[in-house]
């Protein structure tokens, strides 16, 4: 079965005029696609043959809701069921500015990070652009409402996906489709730097996440195994090259742990590493996962260690903590529900 939301446009002229239709019944489908409509029947301008021949082979998006958990704040954490059995999560926030949708790129992850539910069975599969982008149009289905940021921050990392997750950038981008704009999408990495420099120059418009977690390769390297193979200097290096060639701001993601990397001499460190950088620091009081053995540290401490980066210069903010009841958190989803 084809999974429509895989392809784009482009990809779609090239799939209907194999099943022997015009061109123009490619942008019909898509339109119908986007705005919404979960069954073949709804596509009204669409001829009878062609929706009965969909209808056989092809899909509105493979993904199924298994589990919906709501949080007072408004955060919904969904558990997806792929078509192989496999799940996946994804989680939507209420901003004032609007509504943020944190997706999946791989069912599980390999990069090993230490204080992360994420990785600990392995990574079992890569999500393809349907999959990632059918958590959006689930998501919205569900709620009733739109989408108007995306995150891709939930289980895997994009760069070990790079195709499919470029596939899925220029999907949500499509005129004819969704539409979004690339400056509502950000993207996180664990700092895979080949990854970094070929985003910055197919996709300079989207943003950009470093996941940095420490001042120096020693302690980054207890948290991160990615360390050894991409050390700080060269993921740094790469950042600033990318704010540079862009002319955007790069956010770092800093997760405060207890007696690692929230001392004042941690501060001091990451000063003189950011310094000059277009960048912002967004400080997460580590999120507990049992079995990690890595200790958050309380928002006053959060707060203070802020203080320090913004009279350093670096532009520091606390993100704000949504979803923990239904460990909806960062690094708290994982593979298998
Ligand atoms: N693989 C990508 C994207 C997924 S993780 C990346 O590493 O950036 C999204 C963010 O949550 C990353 O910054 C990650 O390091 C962070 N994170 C993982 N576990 C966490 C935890 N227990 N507490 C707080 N943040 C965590």
């Known amino acids: 079965m084809q999974d ?10 090239t799939y209907v005029t194999g099943l022997g239709e015009k061109p123009f019944r490619a942008g019909q489908v898509y339109r119908w696609l986007y705005q919404g409509v979960s069954d073949f029947g709804q596509m009204r301008n669409v001829p009878q043959a062609l929706r009965a021949r969909l209808e056989e082979e092809a899909l509105i998006g493979s993904l199924t809701i298994l589990k919906k958990q709501s949080a007072s704040d408004g955060t919904r954490k969904y558990l997806f069921r792929l078509a192989d059995g496999n ?48 958590q959006l149009k689930r998501a919205q289905a569900d709620t009733g409402e739109k989408v108007d940021h995306i995150v891709v921050m939930g289980s895997g990392e994009p760069f070990d996906n790079y195709a499919e997750l470029a596939r899925f950038l220029t999907i949500v981008h499509e005129k004819e489709g969704l539409n979004l704009s690339r400056r509502n999408i950000t993207v996180s990495t664990c700092g895979l730097v080949p990854g970094i420099e070929r985003f910055g120059k197919e996709f300079p418009q989207v ?47 800093y997760a405060l742990v207890n007696g690692v990397n929230d001392r004042d001499e941690d501060a001091r460190a990451l000063i003189r590493l950011l310094s000059g950088l277009l960048c912002h620091v967004n400080l997460i009081p580590l999120n507990k996962v049992e079995g990690t053995g890595f200790d958050t540290v309380s928002r006053a401490r959060a707060y203070e260690f802020m203080e320090l980066l913004t009279k350093g210069g670096i532009p520091a903010t606390v993100r704000r903590e949504l979803g923990a009841e239904i460990d909806a958190a960062c690094g708290q989803l994982r593979l298998n529900g």
């Open 4 to 13: 429509l939301y895989d392809l784009t446009l482009e990809e779609m002229k």
């Open 87 to 134: 799940t996946i999560e994804s989680v939507f926030m209420r901003y004032s500015y609007g509504n943020s949708l944190c997706v999946s790129s791989q069912a599980g992850c390999r990069m090993g990070c230490r204080f992360c539910a994420s990785q600990m069975k392995g990574l079992a599969r890569n999500l393809t652009a349907g999959e990632i982008l059918g």
């Open 207 to 253: 943003n950009l996440a470093i996941s940095l977690h420490a001042p120096s390769d020693e302690i980054r390297q207890t948290m991160m195994p990615v360390n050894r193979r991409y050390p700080l200097a060269e993921v740094v290096a790469a950042a600033k090259k990318h704010a540079e060639m862009t002319g955007r701001r790069v956010t770092f993601e």
